[in-house]
């Protein structure tokens, strides 16, 4: 089922709650549109077999009147014919119904597991889109419970609750009409029995759904408590925890049985229920219907037939079908509820708004004319332009070159909150520029910035003179190299994943980078080297090797701007220093930036920036800025005094 | 999450699983019973009720009203005691299964919390996750329903027989072989449903894990414009799982027409020739009208019988993995030292004490060493060779060397996450394990390489290293660890909440927040690894003056890469290769020239 927090963050739909009118519409909506012929097709064959399946009383009637009547006569030769037609008319009823019973039910495998193939599909498409923003603010546990939970709801609720309901709605639609036919005072007997077991139906199944809905809620609780207990199992067993861990749980566990009682309890009295109300309205319509045979009362009915035992007989039977039906509606609500509150989150999720993208400056392989301009060309270059589609139809081509500023950019990730304060910077191509900075100050939000995980509140950032915000998202990160704080490794070989940076890199070039890295020679000493699977995001390795294996994954994409964020803050001085010569190497002519907070590893940039509460206090080369004597001269004497 | 798909599994080890199951079920054993005696009383009259159309029918055929009150009486007696038992247990059970549940989700609990480390590293959470989420599931769905269903199916598929044949025991012989029909062909198809939901399950499984990596894994994706290609590989893993559904739905779903249109043959059959013999006068119509009722029900307890014993299957061996990983040996722990916190006898302070089983103390200097260690985390692969090292009270011991090189794993031998294969971890003289995990660990500090927050309040997460730590405390901790100044500045100060393992935070943050929350625990020694990589220098200069003045006299252990961290330390131990190469004092391992050299040199160099 679910790995969820109960997260209370706007832009998901909490759990625990009914879904509002139109999501039954939707859903239906939604359904049509993936199997526009199918669907109508698979009704069909519900109504059909509902319908056919509903009609034998009819003639079961017919043929116990035919029996009751030969019964005293005892001439049965006479009626051999009648009653051959009747069972043969029976025959083809039941083949009929087996054969869009069958069909359906088939159909509705098809339509069920395509649609809800579809729908993931949407949904993870529509995930992949959505900006970073969305998923920092949302517990992973969250996203996963769309798929595991809101999905389950909706399969149970296609598969089995929709089909039942219409199956069961028409047959009460049918029998009700043959009853009509019949008898219209037994017929109105059973319809306030009916209205008994609606009444009785909504009382009940509202409280349970309530406790239903909320025992979603305490299981997605549960499970993000233990899902945090999972990884964080080496701080519990460090502060010697598990005591508490386990009262925290007894917590939520109770919370979990008092709802999952409540709700089946309610749930259990349904069943008896009906079925007592059921059985009642049988006998009172046995009672009254013998005697109304003893007594001469005229019947009302819409045939016209007087009352005869041929009439009484079949007229229990659907009572029983009736009340039947009734049971596997109301059987069925609670599912269907659940299911709706399972839609409505999951169309919450499509409603979600996507990462914009209005760029249409693209990417494009380059050569270079002899008068210096670039032209586009198909064939793989080192060389790269920027493809400027203007307005009037012309097209110019920029080369690209690692030309990044700043002008005056104000940014927060709340609007109450502004995190970066009129930064302007440059970097020309082939410059190391280095921020540096205390905890904080915001490092890594300008970072979030270049390759717009977030967008700008205020001001402009040009790339090679290009806004970038004119530029398409896909192709201004396929312009930069990013080694992140924290390295998220995938299921695969290590080879996979250093491949991970560039698909089409052959297995040499994955060495090669590897080695520029400084990886390959902790790769080749692990127990199948370049084969070795990574499981659980690398848990088998130190963390300083997950890090090796992040630059080596930059390294095979060869980008033209490389940022660097804390990418050796777990690598001991000396790899370090073979990755830095490495990577210089790398990106001789290219533009890098660097986060670090050792001072060993931005020494040699450019151009420095001290960053202090989303301000640059402080910018210009090392030599510069120790004769500042300012925040970076302390920070810089403050770790000589240690060194 | 490959675990899914072993839930679909027959259970291998039935008796221990079933042993097992019957204690949790033992507890409730009244309530159970009381249940078992409903049902059948329910099964029973649901069976005579339906036994009672006849006179009810009879009367009504031949014009015997007077027999027809007191068969009406008698069948709602009937119906009602059946309906009154039917709620009875209903209710009962709910109590009955949810307890039980309760208990079993308890317990898997807590012996989790008593798992050695390796436990975890060995498997990934989505496994462990699958317990509580799948394998319970069965087992709740099996007892809130199938329990009680199976044994009511039986009762009804049997009396139903039995019934039959007392009525009519010539129609019943072709009643009885249409039955039998039945239930070979849903025995048959069931076998082949359950390799489809196998499947299905698997490919379930799947899924679910792609989509985790896919969710946390998002910023690389975006990073490297991998959006497309992780949707390609979505759709191969979706339309396996559509495949697997559909075969699986679809085959299950053939299954009740099969069946429906058996018991319509068997139904006309019985009919047909039941007419012959009521126009020979062989039977009247009263029995066979209540006769045909019984043909008809029939079908319906043989359907739920074999469904429903499916899913008790399915339950069991969801319960055979839970109980497995209830029977997986906890953390060994034969230790009998405790620790006490005891007012000393010369000072005012509270200090530390050993006491040991006969009761004396002895107090705690923080004196560690190791004495030819060997460790590997599996036998085949030796991380740390031949180590022996000493830590002097009050000593700072910092271990420095190239990524890899077995830094972390020696703290993970002093703390006891994993114990050492062959030598000794000496802590005061005792062996470490000698002493409680629950003392040992109290009398260490750590500072952890990846900072683990939990969901709740700032002040909340510092408090995890003391429960009882007053307000003030929290702020003292949080100025050692120089957060509370950043603290100060977030929207709600000390009562921000931090969601996803406080993804609201910078690392640096996260950072100082551990080493607050190791702070105020207040421990005799302390292990820092890597505690402060993400820390600019001169914040790390203030952390460790305050973190010095609290650790006077007291050990501590550090781990780290930037040199100025351990530079001051009265002992560095360079590891290379699971082996301590070199050790020392910073002027002494400088004069030897060797790798601590060059690392430093490294460093000097680029700097």
């Not at chain 1, 700043?406 to 009129?422: A, I, M, R, S």
């Not at chain 1, 940039?605 to 300012?630: Q, S």
């Not at chain 2, 079908?299 to 074999?306: E, L, S």
Request: charged residues 20%; neutral net charge; contains cysteine.
């Amino acid at each position: 089922m679910t790995k969820n927090k109960a997260s209370s963050s706007p832009s998901t739909t909490a759990r625990g709650q009914r879904a509002p009118k139109g999501v039954l519409r939707r859903l239906l909506r939604t359904l049509f549109e993936f199997y526009p012929v199918l669907l109508p097709v698979t009704i069909l064959c519900i109504l059909i077999n509902a319908i056919v399946s509903a009609i034998p009383a009819v003639f079961l009637q017919k043929v116990i009147a035919v029996v009751d009547e030969t019964y005293q006569s005892g001439d049965w030769s006479s009626v051999a014919g009648r009653i051959l037609t009747y069972v043969l008319v029976l025959v083809i009823m039941y083949i009929i119904s087996l054969i869009a019973g069958t069909f359906y039910t088939q159909m509705m495998a098809i339509i069920t597991q395509g649609s809800l193939k579809k729908l993931r599909e949407k949904m993870f498409s529509h995930m992949q889109d959505l900006p970073i923003k969305y998923f920092d603010t949302n517990g992973h546990g969250d996203i996963m419970s769309y798929y595991t939970n809101d999905v389950d709801t909706l399969r149970q609720m296609i598969s089995q609750s929709l089909p039942q309901m219409t199956i069961a709605g028409i047959t009460l639609l049918v029998v009700f009409c043959i009853m009509m036919y019949y008898s219209i005072i037994l017929a109105l007997l059973v319809v306030a029995g009916i209205v008994c077991m609606v009444i009785s139906a909504r009382a009940i199944t509202n409280r349970s759904s309530k406790y239903f809905l909320r025992q979603q809620v305490t299981l997605a609780k549960a499970e993000a408590f233990m899902e945090e207990m999972m990884t964080g199992q080496k701080v519990i067993k460090v502060f010697c925890h598990e005591n508490g861990a386990k009262e925290d749980f007894d917590k939520v566990n109770g919370e979990i049985f008092f709802n999952a009682r409540n709700g089946n309890r309610f749930a259990n009295i349904l069943m008896p229920l009906l079925g007592n109300i059921g059985n009642v309205m049988y006998v009172v319509v046995a009672l009254v219907g013998g005697a109304l045979l003893l007594s001469d009362i005229p019947n009302i009915s819409i045939s016209g037939m007087a009352f005869s035992i041929s009439i009484v007989v079949p007229f229990l039977n659907m009572t029983k079908q009736f009340a039947g039906s009734v049971g596997q509606v109301s059987n069925q609500i609670n599912m269907v509820i659940m299911g709706l509150a399972g839609a409505h989150r999951i169309f919450a999720l499509l409603d979600e708004e996507p990462e914009t993208d209005e760029g249409y400056v693209t990417l494009v392989n380059a050569t270079e004319n002899p008068d210096g301009s670039v032209s586009e060309c198909k064939e793989t270059t080192n060389v790269w332009a920027w493809k400027h589609q203007h307005h009037d139809g012309t097209v110019t081509y920029t080369r690209l070159q690692g030309d990044v500023r700043f002008f005056d950019v104000n940014f927060g990730y709340t609007p109450e909150k502004t995190v970066l304060h009129n930064i302007s910077l440059y970097a020309k191509p082939g410059q190391k520029v280095a921020f540096v900075g205390s905890t904080g100050a915001g490092k890594t939000t300008i970072t979030n910035l270049i390759n717009r995980f977030y967008d700008i509140n205020d001001g402009k950032i040009r790339y090679d003179g290009i806004n970038i915000n004119k530029i398409k998202k896909s192709d201004l990160r396929r312009s930069l190299g990013i080694v992140l704080q924290d390295t998220n490794l995938f299921t695969g070989t290590v080879m996979e994943n250093i491949r991970y940076g560039n698909l089409k890199a052959c297995d040499e070039e994955c060495i090669a980078a590897a080695e520029l890295a400084g990886a390959d020679d902790f790769i080749r000493r692990l127990p199948e080297g370049y084969n070795t699977m990574l499981t659980g995001n690398g848990a088998n390795l130190s963390q300083g090797q997950r890090q090796l294996l992040a630059i080596a994954r930059a390294a095979v994409a060869d980008p033209p701007v490389m940022i660097l964020d804390e990418a050796t803050s777990s690598i001991d001085t000396r790899t370090e220093a073979i990755v830095q010569r490495g990577m210089d190497a790398l990106m001789t002519g290219r533009t890098v930036f660097v986060i670090a907070h050792r001072l060993s590893t931005v020494h040699n940039a450019d151009a420095i920036m001290v960053l202090d509460h989303g301000r640059i206090i402080e910018r210009g080369t090392h030599d510069d800025l120790l004769k500042l004597k300012g925040t970076y001269y302390q920070l810089y004497t403050g770790a000589l005094e240690l060194d | 999450m490959p675990a899914r798909q072993i839930s679909s599994k027959k259970p291998k080890n039935l008796r221990y699983t079933l042993r097992t199951l019957f204690t949790y079920m033992g507890r409730h054993r009244f309530l159970l019973l009381a249940v078992g005696i409903l049902v059948c009383i329910s099964a029973l009259a649901n069976l005579l009720g339906n036994y009672m159309i006849r006179p009810v029918v009879n009367s009504l055929a031949y014009g015997n009203p007077e027999r027809l009150i007191p068969g009406i009486m008698i069948t709602t007696v009937v119906y009602f005691s059946g309906v009154a038992a039917t709620f009875g247990y209903t209710q009962i059970m709910v109590k009955g299964a949810q307890k039980i549940l309760f208990d079993i989700r308890r317990d898997l609990f807590s012996h989790l919390q008593t798992l050695p480390l390796s436990f975890f590293d060995r498997r990934r959470h989505g496994d462990i996750m699958s317990y509580f989420t799948n394998d319970i599931d069965t087992v709740s769905d099996a007892l809130n329903n199938s329990f009680t269903m199976v044994i009511q199916s039986f009762i009804q598929m049997v009396g139903t027989l039995i019934i039959l044949f007392i009525l009519n025991w010539k129609l019943s012989l072709i009643v009885a072989v249409c039955y039998a029909a039945m239930f070979l062909y849903i025995k048959f198809s069931a076998g082949k449903s359950k390799a489809f939901y196998t499947k299905q399950q698997s490919g379930l499984g799947d899924l679910d894990g792609y989509i985790e990596e896919m969710v946390s894994g998002q910023k690389i994706i975006k990073v490297f414009n991998h959006e497309r290609e992780s949707i390609k590989n979505f759709r191969i893993k979706n339309e396996i799982l559509r495949r697997a559904g559909t075969g699986a739905q679809a085959f299950s779903a053939t299954m009740i027409p099969a069946v429906v249109s058996i018991s319509y043959v068997n139904y006309a059959i019985v009919a047909i020739l039941g007419g012959i013999m009521a126009m020979n006068n062989k039977t009247d119509i009263g029995s066979l009208a209540s006769y045909l009722v019984f043909v008809r029900q029939a079908a319906a307890p043989i359907n739920q019988f074999t469904q429903q014993s499916n899913f008790l299957l399915a339950a069991l061996s969801g319960a055979e993995r839970v109980f497995e990983a209830m029977s997986q040996t906890p953390e060994v722990d034969e230790g009998e030292i405790d620790l006490i916190k005891k007012t000393g006898a010369n000072t005012e302070k509270q200090s530390w004490f050993w006491q040991k089983e006969d009761k004396t103390l002895v107090p705690l200097r923080g004196d560690v060493r190791f004495d030819n260690v060997d460790f590997g985390y599996d036998s085949k692969h030796m991380i740390l060779k031949k180590i022996s090292l000493y830590a002097k009270p009050g000593q700072k011991i910092a271990f420095v060397g190239p990524t890899g090189a077995g830094k972390t794993t020696i703290t993970n031998l002093i703390n006891r996450f994993y114990d050492v294969q062959s030598g000794c971890v000496l802590y005061d003289g005792f062996n470490v394990k000698d002493i409680k995990k629950d003392a040992l660990r109290r009398s260490l500090g750590i500072v952890l390489q990846d900072t683990h927050l939990f969901t709740g309040t700032i002040a909340e997460n510092i408090r995890f290293g003391k429960p009882d730590a007053t307000d003030e405390e929290i702020y003292e901790a949080a100025r050692i660890a120089n957060a509370d100044s950043f603290i100060r500045r977030l929207p709600q100060s000390y009562d921000t909440v931090i969601t996803s393992d406080g993804a609201n935070l910078s690392q640096g943050q996260r950072q100082l927040l551990s080493i607050a929350r190791a702070a105020i625990a207040d421990p005799p020694v302390l292990i820092l690894d890597e505690a402060t990589s993400s820390v600019d220098t001169r914040t790390e200069a203030l952390i460790e003056k305050g973190m010095d003045r609290l650790m006077e006299g007291r050990t501590v252990f550090v781990i780290a890469h930037r040199l100025s961290t351990v530079r001051n330390a009265d002992a560095i131990m360079v590891l290379e290769d699971g082996e301590i190469t070199e050790r020392g004092s910073h002027e002494d391992l400088i004069a030897q020239k060797g790798l601590y050299w060059h690392l430093y040199h490294g460093t000097k160099e680029l700097s």
